[in-house]
């Protein structure tokens, strides 16, 4: 699992025990502002957040990865509309 340090701490430890877990540093985040910066725009600056999601499993010999909008909860698999590819 990848994902930002403040959103793992939501998940709880004993939640994550079954995943490779990695954190993706902040400043990553906060760098857009400056990549996209544009002296001549007019444009209101917005804080940037990640929401796609990337899961790789394992199962076998084979591995599946995707990406979409699924939240690794009950709901963001099985109630919710959401999209993976």
């Known amino acids: 699992m990848i994902a930002r340090d403040f959103s793992l701490k939501t998940i709880g430890n004993e939640n994550l025990s ?5 954190t993706v540093k ?3 985040f906060e760098g857009e502002g400056i990549i996209s910066e544009d002296s001549n725009s007019e ?3 917005q804080n940037q957040d990640i929401h796609a999601k990337m899961y790789l499993m394992d199962y076998k010999k084979d591995s599946l990865l995707y990406f979409g909008s699924a939240n690794a909860t009950h709901n963001g ?4 509309v959401e999209a993976l590819v």
């Open 77 to 80: 698999f099985f109630k919710n």
């Open 43 to 45: 444009e209101i600056k």
């Open 26 to 28: 902040d400043s990553i």
């Open 18 to 22: 079954n995943f490779d877990v990695y």
